[in-house]
């Protein structure tokens, strides 16, 4: 799969902008704040239907705009799709493939697959758990349509549930009984969700170590495991038996929203005790196979957007990227603040590549490289 062009008006820091692309490796080159990133966060729009970067659309409006527009044309195979979305300040978002616009906004993820690979990923080692269950909850929806809708019904019900014991706090009193309609309804779409999580990472667990023994070239055990309250426990009686204790917390603190990922090598665990180049190196191979998995299941090469990576990665490390880059990767942007080190390193594996230059919100020129 690629992107052949994009259109922006009034995204960001850009005011209007038309772009075609190489179907292999696109390089964004300017100073910092030229809008490099910004260019990638549209991409990642059009195939996630938000923001990478900003909380809210509205975020992404060019400052003193009142709307945005975002299109792209992607090849599949041989067909083409023109998906084009736009945000108004006070109108309902507008997502559209070809001429008809989505009912339902998760009916467009999976679609067309981007992955971005940034510098904040780090967050995935080093923040808690809701950023690890983000960046598995989002893979997993890529690849199951009913796993994302089972986890909008599930944190529908949680919310619910939470408000009647938040609610119990405040009168002094509680509906056991309207708790437990929630509760069916929290185990019935957390089971689904807890059975699925289990599953995908036994399949992820082996392609990320492939990718991390490529990249750090020796033999480093790393582990990932999935840990949940779930495991050798009924989700009804575990509810059951945290009650008193949701009550005090008002809030449910039994459940498969409390999950996590634990990521550990030889030492223990990597937060703690993980450099900084093998935090980063594992970021990276969750990031490779998460690009492989949904190769794998979609049958076609996600686009891959690398954000200032060569920064984070010492020589021999991005040397073997670009050996993935040349041989297994589809379409690529990555960005750079230091053209000629790109520039270098591409020459290097012999690649060709299209240059856009990046200035104040312009792309001004491009060239083959
Ligand atoms: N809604 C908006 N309207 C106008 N400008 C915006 C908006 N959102 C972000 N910007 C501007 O875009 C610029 C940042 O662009 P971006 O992050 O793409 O830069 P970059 O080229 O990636 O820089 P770096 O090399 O530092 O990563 C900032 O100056 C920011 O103020
Ligand atoms: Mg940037």
Redesign the pocket.
Known sequence: MRLESLQLLNF??YKEVNLKFSPRINVLV??????????L?AIFFLSSTKSAF?ASDH?????DQSHFMVKGTFQVGSSMHEIASSVQVGAKKIFRVGRSEYQKLSDHIGKFPVILIAPDDIELVKEGSEARRKFFDSMISQLDREYLEDLMHYNHALKQRNSLLKMAHDRGSIDWIAVESYDHLLDKYGSSIFEKRKGFVREFLPVFRKFYQFIVEENERTDLAYVSELIGKNFLEGLFQSRQRDLALQRTSFGIHRDDYLFTMEEGDIKRLGSQGQQKSFVMSLKLAQFEILKKHNGVKPILLL??IFDKLDDERIARLLELIKTDLGQLFI?D?RPDRTRGLLHQIHAEACFFI?EN?KVKAHEQS
């Open positions: 960001k820091n300017g100073k910092n704040g030229s809008g490099k990133t910004n260019l966060d900003s975020n992404c409006i060019l400052h954000d200032d960005t603040a990046v919100g």
